[in-house]
Each structure stands twice: as structure tokens, then as C-alpha cells.
């Protein structure tokens, strides 16, 4: 299994590509996997991170696990705060190559569907 790390976070699967013009990442591959100290999400078909929109989606047999609680669905959407309103004043805010494709503690909404 490749892995790709911030910090924080490692997503795994075999390729990833990431369009630096539309910012946006796509990982695909077996066992699709994203590890951060306080979750650990799934899917079977792709994980992607739009960076300019600030979501991230975990498609096909898509689960998130956080401590006691596990959350199952055919796609997973995660959205991001807004960093640039979220940043105290005299910090640069998060950018894609700072912040976490899953976002940990940044989530400010997710969305199940399927």
C-alpha cells in the first residue's frame, strides 16, 4: 500500500492524482484508507479532496469510525470551516498542502447519502 501524509493524516490506495489548476485530489485503488488521530475513514471506489470548494468525499462503501461511533454510507461528504474566518488573527490559514484530506477537527458539516 502507497501512503500520502500530512501531519497528521495518511490516506492510502494505489494511485492518487491531484490537479493542482482545479484543486483537487482523487485517490483510487484496494483497500482506500485515511488515518488521523481521531478517525479512520473507508471507502471502496475513491476518496477525493476539492480544496477550492473545502469538501472531501469517501465514495463506495464509504465508513467513517470515531471513537464509539461508526457511520456507513454509499458516499461520505465531508465540508471544511472556512479557514480564512477560523484563523486568528496573525495566522495563515490552512492550505492544501497544510491541511488534511479528511480536514480532523476542521469538519464543520458531513453528509451521508446512500
Request: charged share 20%.
Given at each position: 500500500?502507497?501512503?500520502?501524509?500530512?501531519?497528521s493524516?495518511?490516506?492510502?490506495g494505489?494511485?492518487?492524482?491531484?490537479?493542482?489548476?482545479k484543486?483537487?485530489?482523487?485517490?483510487?485503488?484496494?483497500?482506500?484508507?485515511?488515518v488521523?488521530p481521531?478517525?479512520?475513514?473507508?471507502?471502496?471506489?475513491?476518496?477525493?479532496?476539492?480544496?477550492?470548494?473545502?469538501?472531501?468525499?469517501a465514495?463506495?462503501?464509504?465508513?467513517?469510525?470515531r471513537?464509539?461511533?461508526?457511520?456507513?454510507?454509499?458516499?461520505?461528504?465531508?465540508?471544511?470551516?472556512?479557514?480564512?474566518?477560523?484563523?486568528?488573527?496573525g495566522?495563515?490559514p490552512?492550505?492544501?498542502?497544510?491541511?488534511?484530506?479528511?480536514?480532523?477537527?476542521?469538519?464543520?458539516?458531513?453528509?451521508?447519502?446512500?
Open positions: 500500500m502507497n501512503g500520502c501524509a500530512t501531519k493524516t495518511t490516506a492510502y494505489d494511485h492518487g492524482v491531484y490537479d493542482v489548476t484543486g483537487v485530489a482523487v485517490l483510487t485503488g484496494k483497500d482506500l484508507k485515511l488521523s481521531d478517525q479512520t475513514v473507508t471507502a471502496t471506489d475513491r476518496m477525493e479532496y476539492h480544496a477550492n470548494e473545502r469538501l472531501a468525499k465514495i463506495g462503501n464509504a465508513t467513517v469510525v471513537a464509539k461511533d461508526t457511520l456507513k454510507a454509499n458516499t461520505l461528504t465531508a465540508y471544511f470551516k472556512d479557514e480564512a474566518a477560523a484563523a486568528p488573527a495566522t495563515a490552512a492550505t492544501p498542502a497544510n491541511s488534511p484530506l479528511g480536514g480532523g477537527g476542521n469538519i464543520d458539516r458531513l453528509e451521508a447519502d446512500g
